[in-house]
């Protein structure tokens, strides 16, 4: 029921700035955790960033300072800024929903989320 669509991934840069945009619909999406998740070929899908529905947020070492996720519950959208790209940075990002909470999931991990967009591609050349 839950539908998660990706969009503003491109070819920039190093240094360049994107904003990654995840609209979704269905149930319980202004109280679920949401969190983007990015996959290289030949890796693990690796955590990026969380928001809980209060607003409180969460990042992947690896882009604490450089990414800002934030939401709009009453838009049911997410987005994720990044700023200062680098070709690591490279990978398809995913938008993904989390499980419902009370099994105490961390959400910095992909088993923690339910559902899942189809990706947008980011590509940062050096």
């Known amino acids: 029921q839950v539908q998660l669509v990706e969009t503003g991934g491109g070819l920039v840069q190093a240094g360049d700035s994107l904003r990654l945009s995840c609209a979704a619909s269905g149930p319980t999406f202004t109280r679920n955790v949401m969190g983007w998740f990015r996959q290289a070929p030949g890796k693990e899908r690796e955590f990026v960033a969380a928001i809980r529905w209060n607003g409180v947020t969460s990042y992947a070492d690896s882009v604490k300072g450089r990414f800002t996720i934030s939401r709009d519950n009453p838009k049911n959208m997410v987005y994720l800024q990044m700023n200062n790209l680098k070709p690591e940075d490279t990978a398809a990002y995913y938008c993904?929903?989390?499980?419902?909470?009370?099994?105490?999931?961390?959400?910095?991990?992909?088993?923690?989320?339910?559902?899942w967009g189809q990706g947008t591609q980011v590509t940062v050349s050096s």
């Open positions: 993904a929903r989390g499980r419902n909470s009370g099994l105490g999931y961390t959400y910095e991990n992909a088993n923690d989320y339910s559902f």
